[in-house]
Structures are given as C-alpha cells and as structure tokens.
C-alpha cells in the first residue's frame, strides 16, 4: 500500500472518528436536556401535590348514583359542596395566594396566584421555584376578589398534563366534555361556575378583554364568544354575569385555547 493510500485512509478513518465523537455528544446532550425536563417536570408535580394535602375536595356524585340513593322523590336536590381550603397555611407559604381552582371531573386543581406582572407566575410555581411548570395565575390587572366583568385565569399546556395541559383534552368537542363546573375558592367565599364557551382563539385577540362595566359592549362580547364554542352547553349568558376566562397555550405561538364560564352561585 503506497503512502498516499494510507494518508487518505487515515484522513477518512479521522472524519468517520470525528462524526461519531459528534453523535455521541449530541446523543448524550440531548439525553441531559431530557433528563433535565423530566426532573423538572416532577419537581413541578411534587410540588403541586404536596400543596393539595392542604385542600379537601368532594366530587359530586354521577346523576343515576344520586337517583338510586335518593329515598324521598320530592327531597331537595343536594347542594354542591366547594373544596375546603386550608387558606392560612396557603398563605404562610406565599401571600400572593388569592384562590383555588378545580373542574369538576378532571384532575385540575390547583391554588391561583396574583403577580404584579404577567410574567413571574409564568416560570415561578406557587412556593416560589423556578420551574417550566409555572403557577395557574390571574391577570394582574384583574381583581383579586373575581368581581370584575371577566377574570383572566393563566394557566401552561404541559406535555405531561399537568397545570391546564389537560384543558383541551377536556372541552375540545362534545363526547369528551367530563362536566360543566368550575370551582374558585376563595378566602372569602365559594363560587361555582358553570361553562359555556371553549374554543381556539387569537393570542392577542378580543377574547383577553376586560370591561369596566356590564355594559351593552360585554353583552355583544358574551354572545360572540358563545358563538364561537366547539361544545354547545347549552348556557344562557348575560351582561350581569361575573365570567372567568380560562387561557392555555396550543402549541402554536398565534393561538390559545379558552375555557369560559359564568359564575352559577355562591356557596
């Protein structure tokens, strides 16, 4: 074998050796970037599922159990009962705690934050960790007592369902609707809400309004935004409604996806 044959073969033999010492390192990048994540991702679970130790939630019974149990058939039908919320040791761990939220039939629940910005409760879980998970968080424009025309609620879509990554799972269409009530528990009082819009929306669209009074204009908002819902659920809405928006991401930097209700009671 000549010498040139050689300085060639060992030219190709160091390229060949190069790309693989390359895949290797990508390899082994990409499975710490991946670890990192699911390190991060179960911080953010453990964390959320220590803080529920502190609330109590009952969830309604299906209607046909509720049927067979009944023994009078005139008796009062049974009052929902809200989550009871350990709200001293919620707020001991970080004042900004301003609720508590829960769907009826899914596993969302978690306690709602008030920033001074949108920005922090976006990568800041709910004890102050910085974690991709994030906290559920209203706007902080809104107010902190849900009396304003319409609450913004934030919330991350997290690829292992977690925060609202179930959300459209959810109220994406007819068939996988698991029921139509929200709970946001304050420390001052329960509200039930019931929901009736869930649909696609801009992510800097006219959905994201907020109204300084229940006006003819949240009246027309209403009905537009009734209008748009992938589920028909059959709710009246109107301008005296108190209305909570629910907002997660879609995987698609233009568009989010909403959950609205309106407030049903008081309890």
């Known amino acids: 074998m000549s010498k040139k044959e050689k300085k060639k073969r060992t030219a190709g033999d160091i390229i060949r050796n190069l790309i693989l010492v390359i ?3 990508v390899f082994a990048f990409s499975a710490f970037q991946l670890g990192k994540i699911f390190l991060e991702y179960k911080a953010g ?3 959320y599922n220590r803080v529920r130790e502190y ?4 969830e309604p019974k ?4 509720q049927e067979e149990t009944q023994t009078e058939p005139e008796a009062e039908e049974a009052k ?11 707020k001991a761990i970080n004042p900004d705690v301003i609720g508590w939220i829960q769907i009826e039939g899914t596993s969302i629940s978690y306690p709602i934050m ?8 976006l990568k800041h879980t709910f004890e102050g960790n910085y974690n991709a998970a994030g906290s559920i968080f209203i706007d902080y424009t809104n107010n902190s007592n849900f009396e304003d025309c319409n609450t913004i609620i934030y919330g991350h879509n ?6 609202f990554g179930l959300l459209r799972k ?16 304050t420390p001052d009082k329960n509200y039930r809400y019931e929901i009736f819009s869930s649909h696609v929306v801009d992510a800097a669209g006219e959905v994201y309004t907020l109204f300084s009074a229940p006006d003819e204009q949240f009246a027309s908002y209403l009905e537009k935004m009734k209008s748009q819902s992938l589920v028909d659920f059959q709710t009246e809405v109107t301008a005296e409604d108190k209305v909570i928006t629910l907002s997660t991401c879609t995987g698609n930097d233009a568009t989010r996806f909403v959950v609205q209700a309106k407030r049903e009671g008081t309890y």
């Open 23 to 25: 895949a290797i390192g």
């Open 45 to 47: 679970t453990d964390e």
């Open 55 to 58: 609330v109590t939630v009952t």
């Open 62 to 65: 299906p209607e046909q159990e």
């Open 80 to 90: 929902p009962v809200p989550p009871q919320v350990d709200f001293d040791s919620l």
């Open 114 to 121: 008030k920033g001074t910005d949108n920005e922090y409760y």
């Open 158 to 163: 997290m690829k292992n369902g977690s925060m």
């Open 170 to 185: 959810h109220f994406k269409d007819q068939e996988s609707v698991p029921g139509r009530y929200i709970w946001i528990c």
